[in-house]
C-alpha cells in the first residue's frame, strides 16, 4: 500500500513544478520591429501572428489595439 507521505511527496512536488511553469514569463519578446520586419519582407501572415502575441503579451490602450488591427486588417486585404 501506499503511503500517504510518499502521495504528498509526489503531489508536493507536481504542484511546485506546475506552478513554476505557470508563472514563467515567455523566453522570447515581441516586439514591433520584429513586425515591421515581417511586413517589409511582405510576409503578412507571420506579421499579423506577431501582432496577435503583442497584444496579448502588453497592457495596451484600447486606441493601440485598435490601430494594430486596423494594421493586421490592411495586411489582410493587401494579401489577398
Not at 9 to 21: E, R, W
Not at 58 to 75: C, F, G, H, Q, T
Request: hydrophobic letters at 50%; charged letters at 20%; one cysteine or more.
Amino acid at each position: 500500500m501506499i503511503r500517504i507521505q510518499t502521495v504528498m511527496k509526489y503531489f508536493s512536488v507536481l504542484a511546485f513544478a506546475a506552478l513554476l511553469f505557470a508563472c514563467s514569463s515567455p523566453s522570447v519578446r515581441i516586439c514591433m520591429e520584429q513586425i515591421d520586419a515581417e511586413e517589409a519582407t511582405g510576409n503578412f501572415a507571420e506579421a499579423t501572428r506577431l501582432i496577435d502575441f503583442y497584444i496579448a503579451e502588453n497592457d495596451l490602450s484600447p486606441v493601440a489595439v485598435y490601430e494594430l488591427n486596423v494594421r493586421k486588417d490592411i495586411m489582410d486585404v493587401t494579401y489577398e
